[in-house]
């Protein structure tokens, strides 16, 4: 039996259940505390751990152009546990990598309560930890209890935790017209499992389009005057309150034409096209991609059912907005995400201020790995910024810029994405060594930033402690 004492994890989310499989892998037990069933959310549908609550898609899988791709290369060279689990249960998704998200959650339930160093609590943790506990990772996300958000922000001072998303609704495939959709990927691309034709697309002309918005515009919201004045992160925003920033900017965002020909009528350009992605290994379910929302459930259904092809939709689930709490987390966490007013509390997941199911993963991950690394007396420090990971860590806690004059910007929650990362050294050229310009310069920026990357990874991996089966 060890006698090396137990990393404590609250939350069995995407980043609790990576840190807990982290610690667990260095030799270190881990109890991972994880309130449901005995308290639900008003997202949450079941008690597995890593429930997906909003989409599927762990977004693009490209590691050689994409900055959440080259994050999923990172973590798959760390012995991800979700990475691994997602990549077990993927569903077609075009050049994304989707899950059957049920299937995921349980592959992702079973691994970590099959671990014999990895101990699940089902029971809420009400307020800060108990202080005998002296390591601890706060992973309760998005979805973080009342109680435990107020002794946070008691601990830290701040004044508020909390911002707000929206989830997508889910509809029966059997219920789609197929006569008015298609299926086809974005320019035909093919993904990890996809065959190019990987999404239901469904057509409107302009007219249909304009009418689609106003509608939006009109509809009935859910408003909750609690919530009044906190903003929405610019990477999850309702449908509505895109429609609502003006008439073109659907058409330029989740309803983008682009890449895309009508199956059905080849020769006539659609005016805006919304997609749909498998969101289960049956393909009996697909969610509306970019549709998040918070119209009332009356509104959602006759609204989305003017969209062609959608006329007699079935809807699984239609959409709802759900509470987000994250720290000011450059001013209150430390480079390895230890709470500076409390050192014993780590964070991880979307409660430090990253967004997205692969990054809170990614954070968990890394926050894991610090945990173990500290019990264990070893030393661990963070990875480089030229590296997916290491710069959305930077982001996290020194990247945030503060101006002086103007006061304080306010941190915001952030995807990973090129623009975290250090420029290049140098420009890139072509065959001949003339510099490059346009598209063609931006895709080899981003091809050598990954590169370079993953690189730097390997090298980092080289120096790190190693897992007690290896």
């Not at 601890?136 to 004044?159: F, H, M």
């Not at 350009?269 to 379910?285: C, F, H, S």
Request: include cysteine; charge should be negative.
């Amino acid at each position: 039996m060890s006698t090396i004492k137990p990393v404590h994890v609250v939350g069995g989310g995407l980043a609790g259940s990576e840190a807990a499989w982290q610690i667990a892998r260095a030799g270190v037990p881990v109890v991972l505390h994880e309130m449901r069933p005995v308290r639900g959310t008003d997202a949450h549908r079941t008690e597995g751990l890593a429930e997906l609550v909003c989409s599927n898609s762990f977004r693009s899988d490209d590691a050689e152009t994409n900055a959440v791709g080259v994050l999923h290369a990172e973590m798959r060279r760390m012995s991800s546990l979700i990475m691994a689990c997602g990549d077990r249960n993927q569903v077609p998704a075009g050049g994304a990598l989707a899950v059957d998200r049920d299937a995921f959650s349980k592959a992702v339930t079973e691994s970590l309560e099959a671990h014999p160093l990895v101990t699940v609590m089902r029971e809420e943790i009400d307020g800060l930890p108990p202080t005998d506990w002296d390591s601890v990772v706060i992973a309760t996300g998005p979805l973080t209890s009342p109680a435990l958000a107020e002794s946070i922000l008691k601990l830290t001072g701040e004044s508020s935790l909390a911002f707000f998303d929206a989830i997508a609704p889910i509809v029966h495939r059997d219920s789609i017209d197929m006569s008015k959709a298609w299926f086809q990927s974005r320019y035909d691309k093919v993904g990890p499992g996809g065959t190019g034709a990987d999404y239901i697309n469904c057509p409107l002309d302009r007219e249909q389009y304009e009418a689609f918005v106003a509608a939006l515009v009109a509809a009935d919201k859910t408003l909750f005057k609690e919530w009044e004045g906190t903003p929405y992160f610019d990477g999850c925003l309702p449908i509505e309150v895109m429609a609502e920033r003006g008439p073109e900017t659907l058409r330029h965002g989740p309803m983008k034409p682009m890449g895309l020909t009508n199956a059905h009528n080849p020769t006539v350009k659609a005016y805006a096209v919304v997609q749909l992605r498998q969101d289960n290994a049956l393909g009996t379910l697909y969610n509306m991609v970019g549709f998040q929302t918070k119209l009332k459930y009356g509104e959602q259904a006759a609204i989305f059912r003017t969209i062609p092809g959608l006329e007699n939709a079935e809807f699984a689930r239609l959409g709802g907005l759900h509470r987000n709490t994250y720290l000011n987390s450059p001013r209150l966490l430390d480079p390895t995400l230890r709470l500076k007013a409390e050192p014993r509390l780590r964070f991880a997941g979307q409660i430090t201020g990253c967004e997205g199911y692969v990054e809170s993963a990614a954070i968990g991950l890394l926050v894991g790995r610090f945990a173990a690394a500290e019990r264990l007396g070893l030393p661990l420090t963070p990875p480089p910024t030229t590296t997916a990971l290491g710069a959305l860590v930077n982001h996290i806690t020194g990247g945030h810029i503060e101006t002086v004059d103007a006061g304080p910007r306010s941190f915001q929650p952030m995807n990973v994405n090129f623009g975290l990362f250090p420029p290049l050294d140098f420009a890139p050229k072509n065959e001949t060594g003339k510099k490059l310009r346009g598209p063609e310069k931006s895709q080899a920026k981003k091809r050598a930033m990954s590169a370079r990357a993953l690189a730097d990874m390997d090298a980092w991996l080289k120096g790190e402690f190693r897992d007690a089966a290896e």
